[in-house]
Protein backbone atom coordinates (compact mmCIF):
# COMPACT_ATOMS: atom_id res chain seq x y z
CA UNK A 1 0.00 0.00 0.00
CA UNK A 2 1.73 3.11 -0.85
CA UNK A 3 1.39 6.57 1.17
CA UNK A 4 -1.43 8.02 1.18
CA UNK A 5 -1.81 11.62 -0.70
CA UNK A 6 -1.93 14.23 1.60
CA UNK A 7 -1.52 18.30 1.49
CA UNK A 8 1.44 17.60 4.06
CA UNK A 9 4.27 14.98 3.68
CA UNK A 10 3.56 12.33 5.84
CA UNK A 11 5.63 8.91 5.92
CA UNK A 12 4.03 6.13 7.37
CA UNK A 13 6.15 3.17 7.28
CA UNK A 14 4.07 0.30 8.31
CA UNK A 15 1.18 -1.13 6.26
CA UNK A 16 -1.02 -1.31 9.16
CA UNK A 17 -0.76 2.31 10.06
CA UNK A 18 -1.50 3.09 6.48
CA UNK A 19 -4.22 0.53 6.24
CA UNK A 20 -6.59 2.12 9.45
CA UNK A 21 -5.47 5.50 8.17
CA UNK A 22 -7.16 5.21 4.57
CA UNK A 23 -9.95 3.40 6.42
CA UNK A 24 -10.68 6.72 8.71
CA UNK A 25 -9.79 8.58 5.35
CA UNK A 26 -13.08 6.87 3.69
CA UNK A 27 -15.60 6.74 6.51
CA UNK A 28 -14.30 10.81 6.60
CA UNK A 29 -15.52 10.89 3.03
CA UNK A 30 -18.68 8.87 3.48
CA UNK A 31 -19.59 10.16 6.55
CA UNK A 32 -18.94 13.99 5.16
CA UNK A 33 -17.34 14.80 8.44
CA UNK A 34 -15.99 18.13 6.95
CA UNK A 35 -19.15 18.91 5.41
CA UNK A 36 -21.16 18.69 9.01
CA UNK A 37 -18.56 20.38 10.73
CA UNK A 38 -18.82 23.37 8.63
CA UNK A 39 -22.64 23.17 9.18
CA UNK A 40 -22.21 22.76 12.68
CA UNK A 41 -23.78 18.89 12.59
CA UNK A 42 -23.36 18.21 16.42
CA UNK A 43 -24.32 14.28 15.67
CA UNK A 44 -20.78 13.94 14.37
CA UNK A 45 -19.86 13.66 18.40
CA UNK A 46 -22.92 12.23 20.16
CA UNK A 47 -26.14 10.58 19.18
CA UNK A 48 -27.79 11.92 22.73
CA UNK A 49 -29.25 14.99 22.57
CA UNK A 50 -28.35 16.27 25.76
CA UNK A 51 -24.92 16.53 25.20
CA UNK A 52 -25.34 17.54 21.36
CA UNK A 53 -27.11 20.59 23.29
CA UNK A 54 -23.71 21.33 24.85
CA UNK A 55 -21.24 21.27 21.96
CA UNK A 56 -23.65 23.34 19.94
CA UNK A 57 -22.31 25.97 22.50
CA UNK A 58 -19.04 24.94 21.77
CA UNK A 59 -18.54 25.39 18.51
CA UNK A 60 -18.33 29.78 17.88
CA UNK A 61 -14.29 29.16 17.55
CA UNK A 62 -15.53 28.53 13.61
CA UNK A 63 -16.49 32.03 13.43
CA UNK A 64 -13.91 33.26 15.45
CA UNK A 65 -11.28 34.59 12.55
CA UNK A 66 -13.96 36.66 10.34
CA UNK A 67 -15.92 37.84 14.24
CA UNK A 68 -12.92 38.92 15.17
CA UNK A 69 -12.13 40.83 12.20
CA UNK A 70 -14.22 43.42 12.95
CA UNK A 71 -12.74 44.37 15.81
CA UNK A 72 -9.29 44.78 14.65
CA UNK A 73 -9.59 48.61 14.66
CA UNK A 74 -10.54 48.73 18.35
CA UNK A 75 -8.24 46.30 19.30
CA UNK A 76 -5.67 48.36 17.59
CA UNK A 77 -6.92 51.16 19.43
CA UNK A 78 -6.15 49.77 22.57
CA UNK A 79 -2.89 48.27 21.72
CA UNK A 80 -1.98 52.07 21.25
CA UNK A 81 -3.62 53.42 23.96
CA UNK A 82 -1.34 54.64 26.79
CA UNK A 83 -2.56 53.59 30.23
CA UNK A 84 -4.63 56.12 31.82
CA UNK A 85 -3.68 59.34 31.18
CA UNK A 86 -0.03 58.98 30.46
CA UNK A 87 1.85 59.66 27.41
CA UNK A 88 3.56 56.82 27.90
CA UNK A 89 3.55 53.60 25.75
CA UNK A 90 3.08 50.45 27.18
CA UNK A 91 6.33 48.92 28.01
CA UNK A 92 5.49 45.38 30.11
CA UNK A 93 1.94 44.05 30.79
CA UNK A 94 1.09 40.57 32.74
CA UNK A 95 -1.55 38.07 30.99
CA UNK A 96 -2.98 35.94 34.11
CA UNK A 97 -4.95 33.37 32.59
CA UNK A 98 -4.42 29.49 32.90
CA UNK A 99 -4.76 27.17 30.07
CA UNK A 100 -5.10 28.01 26.82
CA UNK A 101 -5.88 31.58 28.07
CA UNK A 102 -2.82 31.95 29.15
CA UNK A 103 -1.11 29.55 26.33
CA UNK A 104 -1.77 31.58 23.32
CA UNK A 105 -0.99 34.58 24.22
CA UNK A 106 2.58 32.92 25.24
CA UNK A 107 2.59 31.13 22.07
CA UNK A 108 2.20 34.78 20.35
CA UNK A 109 4.86 36.59 22.76
CA UNK A 110 7.56 34.14 21.93
CA UNK A 111 7.09 34.15 18.55
CA UNK A 112 7.02 37.74 17.75
CA UNK A 113 9.37 39.02 20.71
CA UNK A 114 11.84 40.36 18.48
CA UNK A 115 8.86 43.56 17.94
CA UNK A 116 10.42 46.92 19.30
CA UNK A 117 8.54 49.63 20.71
CA UNK A 118 5.89 47.67 21.83
CA UNK A 119 4.56 45.87 25.22
CA UNK A 120 6.29 42.69 26.48
CA UNK A 121 4.23 39.77 27.73
CA UNK A 122 4.69 38.06 31.41
CA UNK A 123 3.10 35.17 31.37
CA UNK A 124 1.29 34.46 34.83
CA UNK A 125 -0.45 30.54 35.07
CA UNK A 126 1.25 29.95 38.48
CA UNK A 127 0.29 30.48 42.16
CA UNK A 128 4.37 29.75 43.11
CA UNK A 129 4.76 32.74 45.16
CA UNK A 130 8.07 32.68 43.10
CA UNK A 131 6.36 33.30 40.02
CA UNK A 132 3.79 35.61 41.14
CA UNK A 133 6.65 37.79 42.63
CA UNK A 134 8.40 37.78 39.56
CA UNK A 135 5.19 38.22 37.05
CA UNK A 136 5.16 42.27 39.18
CA UNK A 137 8.60 42.76 39.48
CA UNK A 138 9.19 46.17 38.19
CA UNK A 139 6.27 47.53 36.85
CA UNK A 140 5.61 50.67 36.40
CA UNK A 141 1.68 51.83 37.08
CA UNK A 142 2.30 54.42 34.14
CA UNK A 143 2.96 52.15 31.48
CA UNK A 144 1.91 48.42 32.31
CA UNK A 145 -1.36 46.52 31.99
CA UNK A 146 -2.87 43.22 33.76
CA UNK A 147 -4.84 41.05 31.20
CA UNK A 148 -6.82 38.84 33.30
CA UNK A 149 -8.53 35.97 31.27
CA UNK A 150 -10.84 34.11 32.46
CA UNK A 151 -13.80 32.65 30.15
CA UNK A 152 -15.93 31.66 33.88
CA UNK A 153 -14.90 34.59 35.67
CA UNK A 154 -14.50 32.51 38.68
CA UNK A 155 -10.66 30.86 38.26
CA UNK A 156 -9.13 30.59 41.47
CA UNK A 157 -5.64 31.33 40.30
CA UNK A 158 -6.62 34.27 38.23
CA UNK A 159 -8.40 35.91 41.12
CA UNK A 160 -6.05 35.09 43.41
CA UNK A 161 -3.10 37.04 41.27
CA UNK A 162 -5.93 39.50 40.55
CA UNK A 163 -6.10 40.82 43.96
CA UNK A 164 -2.64 40.65 44.72
CA UNK A 165 -1.34 42.65 41.58
CA UNK A 166 -4.15 45.40 42.28
CA UNK A 167 -3.10 45.43 45.89
CA UNK A 168 0.60 45.56 44.37
CA UNK A 169 -0.39 48.27 42.43
CA UNK A 170 -2.21 50.28 44.57
CA UNK A 171 1.01 50.25 46.76
CA UNK A 172 2.69 51.76 43.92
CA UNK A 173 0.71 54.40 43.20
CA UNK A 174 0.65 55.63 46.26
CA UNK A 175 4.24 55.55 46.96
CA UNK A 176 4.50 57.74 43.93
CA UNK A 177 1.47 60.08 44.86
CA UNK A 178 -0.16 59.82 41.64
CA UNK A 179 -3.28 60.29 41.26
CA UNK A 180 -4.03 57.68 38.52
CA UNK A 181 -6.82 55.17 39.11
CA UNK A 182 -5.70 52.03 40.09
CA UNK A 183 -8.25 50.04 37.73
CA UNK A 184 -6.69 52.06 34.59
CA UNK A 185 -3.68 49.34 34.61
CA UNK A 186 -6.28 46.36 34.29
CA UNK A 187 -8.45 44.92 31.48
CA UNK A 188 -10.50 41.40 31.63
CA UNK A 189 -11.23 38.84 28.67
CA UNK A 190 -14.02 36.82 29.74
CA UNK A 191 -17.68 35.64 28.63
CA UNK A 192 -20.70 37.85 28.99
CA UNK A 193 -22.54 38.39 32.52
CA UNK A 194 -22.85 36.50 34.96
CA UNK A 195 -19.07 34.89 34.08
CA UNK A 196 -17.22 38.67 33.75
CA UNK A 197 -19.00 40.12 37.17
CA UNK A 198 -16.33 38.54 39.64
CA UNK A 199 -13.60 40.98 38.36
CA UNK A 200 -15.11 44.10 36.93
CA UNK A 201 -14.86 45.80 40.34
CA UNK A 202 -10.87 46.22 39.61
CA UNK A 203 -11.24 47.16 35.68
CA UNK A 204 -13.01 49.64 33.81
CA UNK A 205 -16.03 49.12 31.52
CA UNK A 206 -14.07 50.53 28.71
CA UNK A 207 -11.37 47.43 29.09
CA UNK A 208 -13.49 44.88 29.48
CA UNK A 209 -13.31 42.40 26.05
CA UNK A 210 -16.38 40.12 25.88
CA UNK A 211 -16.01 36.87 24.10
CA UNK A 212 -18.81 34.54 22.71
CA UNK A 213 -20.10 32.32 25.16
CA UNK A 214 -19.78 29.62 22.76
CA UNK A 215 -16.40 29.77 22.17
CA UNK A 216 -13.93 27.68 24.68
CA UNK A 217 -11.41 28.13 26.35
CA UNK A 218 -8.70 25.70 24.75
CA UNK A 219 -10.15 27.17 21.55
CA UNK A 220 -10.25 30.48 21.70
CA UNK A 221 -6.70 31.45 20.35
CA UNK A 222 -8.19 33.82 18.10
CA UNK A 223 -10.70 35.24 20.15
CA UNK A 224 -9.94 38.28 22.24
CA UNK A 225 -7.69 35.58 24.53
CA UNK A 226 -5.14 35.90 21.89
CA UNK A 227 -5.90 39.02 19.71
CA UNK A 228 -6.09 41.53 22.94
CA UNK A 229 -2.26 40.38 24.13
CA UNK A 230 -1.59 40.49 20.25
CA UNK A 231 -2.41 44.44 19.78
CA UNK A 232 -0.18 45.09 22.41
CA UNK A 233 2.62 42.94 21.04
CA UNK A 234 2.48 44.91 18.04
CA UNK A 235 1.24 42.50 15.38
CA UNK A 236 -0.54 42.93 12.48
CA UNK A 237 -3.91 41.31 13.10
CA UNK A 238 -5.33 41.81 9.94
CA UNK A 239 -2.73 38.63 8.37
CA UNK A 240 -2.84 36.68 11.17
CA UNK A 241 -7.06 36.32 11.32
CA UNK A 242 -6.68 35.92 7.37
CA UNK A 243 -4.78 33.37 8.08
CA UNK A 244 -6.89 31.63 10.01
CA UNK A 245 -9.52 32.85 7.91
CA UNK A 246 -7.87 30.96 5.38
CA UNK A 247 -7.72 27.51 7.15
CA UNK A 248 -11.43 27.79 7.85
CA UNK A 249 -11.96 27.68 4.34
CA UNK A 250 -9.51 25.02 3.51
CA UNK A 251 -11.17 23.07 6.11
CA UNK A 252 -14.60 22.57 3.95
CA UNK A 253 -12.81 20.48 1.47
CA UNK A 254 -14.18 17.12 2.24
CA UNK A 255 -11.49 15.06 0.59
CA UNK A 256 -8.32 15.01 3.11
CA UNK A 257 -5.99 15.18 0.39
CA UNK A 258 -6.60 18.99 -0.23
CA UNK A 259 -7.95 19.49 3.55
CA UNK A 260 -4.67 19.43 5.69
CA UNK A 261 -6.71 19.63 8.89
CA UNK A 262 -8.96 16.50 8.28
CA UNK A 263 -6.36 14.22 7.40
CA UNK A 264 -4.38 15.11 10.47
CA UNK A 265 -7.10 14.68 12.45
CA UNK A 266 -8.05 11.35 10.80
CA UNK A 267 -4.04 10.60 10.65
CA UNK A 268 -3.80 11.07 14.54
CA UNK A 269 -7.32 9.62 15.82
CA UNK A 270 -6.59 6.72 13.40
CA UNK A 271 -2.81 6.14 14.87
CA UNK A 272 -3.86 6.29 18.51
CA UNK A 273 -6.74 3.63 17.68
CA UNK A 274 -3.88 1.60 16.51
CA UNK A 275 -1.93 1.89 19.80
CA UNK A 276 0.34 4.89 18.57
CA UNK A 277 -0.92 7.05 20.82
CA UNK A 278 2.17 9.15 21.92
CA UNK A 279 2.24 12.17 19.96
CA UNK A 280 5.87 13.78 19.71
CA UNK A 281 5.62 17.77 18.41
CA UNK A 282 9.31 18.72 17.14
CA UNK A 283 8.65 22.68 16.76
CA UNK A 284 11.02 25.29 15.20
CA UNK A 285 11.90 28.50 16.86
CA UNK A 286 10.49 31.20 17.15
CA UNK A 287 7.30 29.61 17.12
CA UNK A 288 8.40 26.76 19.56
CA UNK A 289 5.75 27.59 22.01
CA UNK A 290 2.95 26.18 19.81
CA UNK A 291 4.03 23.07 20.94
CA UNK A 292 2.76 23.54 24.67
CA UNK A 293 -0.61 25.42 23.25
CA UNK A 294 -0.69 22.00 20.84
CA UNK A 295 0.04 19.64 23.95
CA UNK A 296 -3.53 21.50 26.18
CA UNK A 297 -5.68 21.19 23.01
CA UNK A 298 -5.16 17.88 22.34
CA UNK A 299 -4.65 16.27 25.71
CA UNK A 300 -7.79 18.17 27.36
CA UNK A 301 -9.97 17.39 24.12
CA UNK A 302 -9.17 13.37 23.64
CA UNK A 303 -7.97 12.63 27.29
CA UNK A 304 -11.39 10.91 28.79
CA UNK A 305 -13.82 8.20 28.69
CA UNK A 306 -10.55 5.78 28.90
CA UNK A 307 -8.73 6.88 25.41
CA UNK A 308 -6.70 9.69 24.60
CA UNK A 309 -4.08 10.83 22.68
CA UNK A 310 -0.68 12.17 24.84
CA UNK A 311 1.04 14.82 23.32
CA UNK A 312 4.69 14.70 24.10
CA UNK A 313 5.86 18.52 23.97
CA UNK A 314 9.72 19.97 25.16
CA UNK A 315 11.19 16.54 24.98
CA UNK A 316 14.12 16.22 22.71
CA UNK A 317 14.36 13.38 20.26
CA UNK A 318 17.11 10.75 21.17
CA UNK A 319 18.18 7.38 19.90
CA UNK A 320 15.91 4.66 18.08
CA UNK A 321 16.33 2.24 21.20
CA UNK A 322 14.53 5.40 23.29
CA UNK A 323 11.21 5.03 21.70
CA UNK A 324 8.06 2.40 21.84
CA UNK A 325 6.16 1.29 19.15
CA UNK A 326 3.09 3.91 20.50
CA UNK A 327 5.04 6.81 18.85
CA UNK A 328 4.46 9.18 16.10
CA UNK A 329 5.85 12.41 15.45
CA UNK A 330 4.94 16.25 14.03
CA UNK A 331 7.52 18.19 12.96
CA UNK A 332 6.34 21.89 12.71
CA UNK A 333 8.84 24.37 10.74
CA UNK A 334 9.34 27.36 9.87
CA UNK A 335 10.64 29.37 7.09
CA UNK A 336 13.94 30.95 8.36
CA UNK A 337 13.35 29.29 11.28
CA UNK A 338 16.13 27.62 13.62
CA UNK A 339 15.29 23.59 14.44
CA UNK A 340 16.14 22.60 17.66
CA UNK A 341 18.50 19.86 18.51
CA UNK A 342 18.60 16.23 19.73
CA UNK A 343 19.55 15.26 23.11
CA UNK A 344 22.83 14.35 22.11
CA UNK A 345 23.11 17.81 19.68
CA UNK A 346 22.69 16.49 16.58
CA UNK A 347 20.15 17.46 13.64
CA UNK A 348 16.47 16.94 14.76
CA UNK A 349 15.45 16.08 11.02
CA UNK A 350 18.30 13.65 10.20
CA UNK A 351 16.89 11.69 13.62
CA UNK A 352 13.63 11.69 11.96
CA UNK A 353 14.92 10.03 9.18
CA UNK A 354 16.12 7.17 11.13
CA UNK A 355 13.02 7.11 13.23
CA UNK A 356 10.69 6.81 10.16
CA UNK A 357 13.38 4.07 8.93
CA UNK A 358 12.47 1.93 12.34
CA UNK A 359 8.72 2.25 11.68
CA UNK A 360 7.39 5.42 13.44
CA UNK A 361 5.30 7.80 11.54
CA UNK A 362 6.63 11.11 11.16
CA UNK A 363 4.09 13.94 9.64
CA UNK A 364 6.10 17.37 8.86
CA UNK A 365 4.88 20.65 6.83
CA UNK A 366 6.27 24.06 7.08
CA UNK A 367 4.85 27.33 7.72
CA UNK A 368 6.20 30.36 5.35
CA UNK A 369 5.79 33.12 8.39
CA UNK A 370 5.23 33.18 11.95
CA UNK A 371 2.06 35.37 10.96
CA UNK A 372 0.70 31.98 9.78
CA UNK A 373 0.34 30.99 13.50
CA UNK A 374 -3.14 31.91 12.82
CA UNK A 375 -3.89 29.53 10.32
CA UNK A 376 -2.36 26.92 12.81
CA UNK A 377 -4.04 27.49 15.46
CA UNK A 378 -7.51 27.04 13.22
CA UNK A 379 -5.55 23.74 12.02
CA UNK A 380 -5.16 21.91 15.27
CA UNK A 381 -8.73 22.58 16.42
CA UNK A 382 -10.50 21.41 13.24
CA UNK A 383 -8.08 18.60 13.54
CA UNK A 384 -8.53 18.16 17.11
CA UNK A 385 -12.39 18.17 16.49
CA UNK A 386 -12.21 14.99 13.72
CA UNK A 387 -9.75 13.05 16.02
CA UNK A 388 -12.78 13.31 18.52
CA UNK A 389 -15.08 11.96 15.83
CA UNK A 390 -12.37 8.94 15.36
CA UNK A 391 -12.34 8.27 19.19
CA UNK A 392 -15.87 8.75 19.65
CA UNK A 393 -15.60 10.92 22.30
CA UNK A 394 -16.56 14.44 22.69
CA UNK A 395 -13.45 16.83 22.15
CA UNK A 396 -15.37 20.10 23.84
CA UNK A 397 -15.90 19.15 27.52
CA UNK A 398 -13.31 18.06 30.34
CA UNK A 399 -15.44 16.28 32.75
CA UNK A 400 -12.58 15.19 34.93
CA UNK A 401 -10.98 18.83 35.49
CA UNK A 402 -13.02 19.32 38.50
CA UNK A 403 -11.89 16.45 40.65
CA UNK A 404 -8.41 18.46 41.62
CA UNK A 405 -10.69 21.43 42.09
CA UNK A 406 -13.01 20.00 44.37
CA UNK A 407 -10.05 18.33 46.38
CA UNK A 408 -8.49 21.32 46.73
CA UNK A 409 -11.87 23.08 48.16
CA UNK A 410 -11.32 20.38 50.48
CA UNK A 411 -7.42 20.43 51.56
CA UNK A 412 -8.68 24.26 51.55
CA UNK A 413 -11.66 23.91 54.13
CA UNK A 414 -9.35 21.70 56.33
CA UNK A 415 -6.85 24.53 56.81
CA UNK A 416 -10.28 26.87 57.57
CA UNK A 417 -10.98 24.50 59.82
CA UNK A 418 -7.51 23.22 61.23
CA UNK A 419 -4.83 26.34 60.86
CA UNK A 420 -3.14 23.74 58.96
CA UNK A 421 -2.75 22.21 55.56
CA UNK A 422 -3.28 18.26 55.38
CA UNK A 423 0.13 16.13 55.19
CA UNK A 424 0.66 12.72 53.73
CA UNK A 425 2.85 10.78 55.67
CA UNK A 426 6.45 10.87 54.34
CA UNK A 427 7.53 7.24 53.21
CA UNK A 428 11.71 8.07 53.43
CA UNK A 429 13.66 10.82 53.50
CA UNK A 430 17.24 10.62 51.98
CA UNK A 431 19.35 13.96 50.93
CA UNK A 432 17.08 16.42 52.34
CA UNK A 433 14.52 14.77 49.87
CA UNK A 434 10.86 13.78 51.55
CA UNK A 435 9.56 11.20 49.73
CA UNK A 436 5.82 9.58 49.68
CA UNK A 437 3.92 7.32 47.29
CA UNK A 438 0.44 5.90 46.80
CA UNK A 439 0.28 2.75 49.56
CA UNK A 440 0.00 -0.33 46.45
CA UNK A 441 3.79 -0.76 47.45
CA UNK A 442 4.41 -3.20 50.27
CA UNK A 443 5.47 -1.66 53.59
CA UNK A 444 8.42 -3.27 53.51
CA UNK A 445 9.48 -0.95 50.90
CA UNK A 446 9.44 2.56 52.66
CA UNK A 447 12.58 3.67 54.38
CA UNK A 448 14.86 2.80 51.64
CA UNK A 449 14.23 5.52 48.83
CA UNK A 450 16.09 3.41 46.13
CA UNK A 451 14.40 0.62 46.75
CA UNK A 452 10.70 2.80 46.93
CA UNK A 453 11.52 4.70 43.36
CA UNK A 454 13.08 1.24 41.73
CA UNK A 455 9.47 -0.55 42.77
CA UNK A 456 6.64 1.87 41.66
CA UNK A 457 9.04 2.10 38.43
CA UNK A 458 7.93 -1.13 38.11
CA UNK A 459 4.63 -0.34 38.06
CA UNK A 460 4.97 1.55 34.62
CA UNK A 461 2.93 0.56 32.23
CA UNK A 462 4.09 -1.19 28.87
CA UNK A 463 1.97 1.25 26.82
CA UNK A 464 2.19 3.74 29.71
CA UNK A 465 3.91 7.49 29.94
CA UNK A 466 6.10 9.40 32.22
CA UNK A 467 4.06 12.39 34.06
CA UNK A 468 6.11 14.69 36.02
CA UNK A 469 4.35 17.17 37.36
CA UNK A 470 6.76 20.34 39.17
CA UNK A 471 4.34 22.53 41.36
CA UNK A 472 7.44 24.96 41.73
CA UNK A 473 7.99 28.76 39.08
CA UNK A 474 9.42 27.97 36.07
CA UNK A 475 12.83 29.02 35.37
CA UNK A 476 15.22 28.34 32.39
CA UNK A 477 17.73 26.58 34.93
CA UNK A 478 14.63 23.90 36.19
CA UNK A 479 13.63 23.49 32.44
CA UNK A 480 16.56 22.12 31.64
CA UNK A 481 16.87 19.89 35.12
CA UNK A 482 13.67 18.95 34.33
CA UNK A 483 14.65 17.70 30.51
CA UNK A 484 17.79 15.71 31.98
CA UNK A 485 15.25 14.11 34.57
CA UNK A 486 12.75 13.24 31.87
CA UNK A 487 15.69 12.20 29.41
CA UNK A 488 16.69 9.84 31.85
CA UNK A 489 13.27 8.61 32.68
CA UNK A 490 12.53 7.61 28.43
CA UNK A 491 15.79 6.30 27.63
CA UNK A 492 16.06 3.92 30.60
CA UNK A 493 12.21 2.98 29.85
CA UNK A 494 11.16 4.10 26.33
CA UNK A 495 8.57 5.44 27.72
CA UNK A 496 6.97 8.64 26.85
CA UNK A 497 7.58 11.98 29.30
CA UNK A 498 5.92 14.91 29.71
CA UNK A 499 6.81 17.71 32.19
CA UNK A 500 3.64 19.76 33.65
CA UNK A 501 4.29 22.54 35.43
CA UNK A 502 1.68 23.01 37.97
CA UNK A 503 -0.50 24.21 38.54
CA UNK A 504 -0.95 25.30 34.86
CA UNK A 505 -1.21 21.48 33.94
CA UNK A 506 -4.28 20.98 35.79
CA UNK A 507 -6.10 22.95 33.32
CA UNK A 508 -5.18 20.95 30.48
CA UNK A 509 -3.44 17.89 30.45
CA UNK A 510 -4.70 17.19 34.14
CA UNK A 511 -7.83 15.69 32.16
CA UNK A 512 -5.33 13.31 30.26
CA UNK A 513 -4.50 12.37 33.84
CA UNK A 514 -7.24 11.41 35.12
CA UNK A 515 -9.67 10.54 32.33
CA UNK A 516 -7.61 9.20 29.46
CA UNK A 517 -6.29 5.53 29.32
CA UNK A 518 -5.16 4.53 33.22
CA UNK A 519 -1.49 4.37 31.87
CA UNK A 520 0.34 7.28 33.36
CA UNK A 521 2.84 7.35 35.96
CA UNK A 522 3.48 10.22 38.05
CA UNK A 523 6.42 11.96 39.76
CA UNK A 524 4.82 15.06 41.68
CA UNK A 525 7.55 17.44 42.94
CA UNK A 526 6.73 20.30 45.69
CA UNK A 527 8.67 22.47 47.29
CA UNK A 528 8.86 24.89 50.27
CA UNK A 529 8.10 28.59 50.36
CA UNK A 530 10.37 30.24 52.43
CA UNK A 531 9.18 33.91 50.49
CA UNK A 532 5.50 33.30 50.87
CA UNK A 533 3.07 35.68 49.85
CA UNK A 534 -0.58 36.92 51.06
CA UNK A 535 -3.36 36.99 48.67
CA UNK A 536 -5.52 39.71 49.96
CA UNK A 537 -8.71 38.63 50.92
CA UNK A 538 -8.53 35.00 51.14
CA UNK A 539 -7.93 33.25 54.01
CA UNK A 540 -4.87 31.06 52.89
CA UNK A 541 -1.02 32.39 51.35
CA UNK A 542 0.35 31.68 47.74
CA UNK A 543 2.00 29.05 49.16
CA UNK A 544 -0.58 27.36 50.96
CA UNK A 545 -2.43 27.56 47.42
CA UNK A 546 -0.25 26.17 45.54
CA UNK A 547 0.27 23.07 47.93
CA UNK A 548 -3.38 22.52 48.43
CA UNK A 549 -3.73 22.00 44.67
CA UNK A 550 -0.35 20.01 44.33
CA UNK A 551 -2.01 17.49 47.44
CA UNK A 552 -5.92 17.69 45.72
CA UNK A 553 -4.64 16.38 42.87
CA UNK A 554 -2.16 13.79 44.15
CA UNK A 555 -5.26 12.79 45.83
CA UNK A 556 -7.21 12.24 42.93
CA UNK A 557 -4.67 10.34 40.89
CA UNK A 558 -4.68 7.93 43.95
CA UNK A 559 -8.15 7.51 43.78
CA UNK A 560 -7.95 6.80 40.35
CA UNK A 561 -5.36 3.44 41.01
CA UNK A 562 -2.62 5.39 39.04
CA UNK A 563 0.79 5.58 40.39
CA UNK A 564 2.36 8.10 41.80
CA UNK A 565 5.90 9.26 43.80
CA UNK A 566 5.47 12.81 45.58
CA UNK A 567 8.91 14.46 46.56
CA UNK A 568 9.17 17.35 48.85
CA UNK A 569 12.32 19.01 47.21
CA UNK A 570 12.95 21.31 50.14
CA UNK A 571 13.31 25.22 50.02
CA UNK A 572 15.65 25.31 47.43
CA UNK A 573 13.89 23.35 44.43
CA UNK A 574 16.87 23.80 42.38
CA UNK A 575 19.53 22.15 45.11
CA UNK A 576 16.53 19.32 45.54
CA UNK A 577 15.70 18.84 41.79
CA UNK A 578 19.42 18.40 41.16
CA UNK A 579 19.77 15.75 44.16
CA UNK A 580 16.40 13.84 43.20
CA UNK A 581 18.06 13.53 39.65
CA UNK A 582 21.14 11.93 41.09
CA UNK A 583 18.99 9.96 43.26
CA UNK A 584 16.90 8.49 40.30
CA UNK A 585 19.45 8.09 37.65
CA UNK A 586 21.50 5.88 40.38
CA UNK A 587 18.17 3.75 40.71
CA UNK A 588 17.58 3.39 36.98
CA UNK A 589 21.71 2.01 36.47
CA UNK A 590 20.99 -0.81 38.21
CA UNK A 591 17.55 -1.73 37.03
Given amino acids: MSEPRLPFRARIPRSSDRAAIESTFDRARSEEWAVRLAARDTSLWSSEPEVQEKIANRLGWLDAPEHFTTEIPSLEAFGETPVGGSTTRITDFVVAGMGGSSLAPEVLAR ?44 TTETLSFASFAYAANQQKLAAAASTQDPTANFAAISDPS ?33 LVPAALLGIDLDPLLASGSAAIAQSRDPEPAGNHALALGCIIGALAREGRDKMTLVVDEPIDGFGAWAEQLVAESTGKRGVGVVPVDGEPLGSVESYSDDRFFVRIKLDGGSAPRCADGSAVDKRLDALSEAGHPVMEWTLPDRIDLGGEFVRWEVATAFAGVVLSINPFDEPNVTE ?18 PELPVKCSVDGLQIWADDTLPAAFADDAERLIAGQLDRLSTRGYVG ?8 PQRTAALTRLRLALRDATSRATTVGIGPRFLHSTGQLHKGGAPIGWFLQLVAGHPRDLAIPGRPYTFGQLIDA ?21 GDDPDAGLARLTALIERVLAVR
Avoid: M
Avoid at 550 to 568: C, K, M
Fill in 404 to 421: SKTNTANVLAELAATGAL
Fill in 194 to 226: PCIDGITDIVDTSRIFLNPADIGGRYSALSFVG
Fill in 468 to 475: IQAYIAST
Fill in 111 to 154: AFSDITDWGKARICDSTDPEAVRSAVEGLTPESSYYLLASKSGT
Fill in 549 to 569: QALGDVRSLADHGLPVLRVHL
